[in-house]
């Protein structure tokens, strides 16, 4: 559980400010569970640059409550959770002034957003709130007060919790609430879980993941772990002490992202990716006669796949498919074995490539309209998906036919708006398994997803 945090001052010495305006949004990761958001009467003068930039001045603040009067509230919201703010170190520092001013202790675990987007969006010119949000594409209502901030800081969090991909914040949130005993009742994790696409994480005592897995039903999935008799299952109960999740609203963002994070985080009841079940490739070629051929072959021979298929036979339905859909030969496309002309050419439904009648420009032009169709080399395009909102979607961007990354936008011009897309994106590495993944899906989705080339 977190509390973002934002607080305005009156300025002054150090030590020696006092609190205008506090904003706190308690939020577990996905949504907001509580809010609270008042002026504060600081007892003291506003410095008149303050007054200025903010627009708060002691006028306003004259029957604001005193911070006496709102610190339990402060102390009931922030309770169990890890504080967060854009330059936590400062916000801290007063709220424990404050505290300190009534005699009262005041404890908690921080995160700073200034040094995780440091680390997790490096190169941007500048980390201030206002910058950083243009940059991202960060819509920033009431600038310089602490609600607005507060809530530009909540959109921020929220994109680095995504973009962090060694779960590094996630697993300092869960060693914080994690109690010292495993759970007698594993039904209340399930309890608390969505029934929604997304990537799940177990964790143990010491708020490590010990196992990562997606699904498009999240509290399904962990209900079959929590059940299951294999051995696995039963050494994840014996070890549980909390899971998190991670909605995705794309089956492929999932996908993409468990493939990345098992990587990153080697949990210990993970097996290595074995992404070797994309067991044969497409692969396309010109013959002897200049006619282009596609062949299904085994996918470690195959150097530059069009795409990728989990087993023979689905492979060979693919080829069917294209074989109709763009009017291919059958003999070319190595489904037919006939040392003559294909059986489609004896009924009339080939246009006779396998016995040289069609000339080899009309038939390769179709050819090659189902290579530009399902290849990525040297494409420049983002894949547009379902969000995890009603409104958002999940983009993937694809460089000179290299996955580079995928996060989520909700505003046109985040997509059209390419260095806004560039930030806003989660890095994540190219190889072998997400070509896979991508190409596997958008074969099997090609009426869900909507692609854009630029």
Known sequence: MYAIIDIETTGGKYDEEGITEIAIYRFDGHVVTDQFISLVNPER???P???????INSKMLRNAPKFYEVAKRIVEITEDCVIVAHNADFDYRILKTEFRRLGFPFKRKTLCTVELSQTLIPGMESYSLGKLSRALGIAVSDRHRASGDAQATLKLFKMLLHKDLDKAIIKTSVKTEAKSTIPNNLRDIIDALPSD?????IHNAKGDIIYIGKSKNIKKRINQHFTG????????????????????GSEL???????????????????????????????????????????????KNAQKPLTTFTNMRSGLSFVNHITEDFNLCEKLNHISHSKT???????????????????VEDYNVRANEVIRKYSFESKNMVIIDKGRTVGERNVILIREGLFEGMGYVDL???????????NLITRMIHDRDTQHIIQNYIRRNEKKVRIIDF
């Open 341 to 359: 002309n294909c059986f489609k050419n004896e009924i009339g439904e080939c246009n006779g490539a396998c016995i040289q009648i069609e000339s």
């Open 412 to 422: 046109n011009f985040q997509i059209s708006n390419i260095s806004i897309l560039k």
């Open 229 to 248: 008799k294999d051995g696995k299952s039963k050494k994840i109960q014996l070890q549980v002490v909390a899971v998190t999740y991670e909605k995705t």
């Open 253 to 299: 963002a999932a996908l993409l992202k468990e493939n990345e994070e098992i990587k990153n985080n080697k949990p210990l009841f993970n097996r290595a990716l074995k992404r070797d079940i994309f067991s044969h490739a497409l692969i396309h070629f010109i013959d002897d006669n200049g006619y282009i051929n596609f062949k299904i072959i085994p996918a």
């Open 49 to 55: 640059f303050v007054a200025n930039l903010t627009g």
């Open 197 to 201: 696409t997304g990537v799940y994480y």
């Open 45 to 47: 003068e506003i410095q």
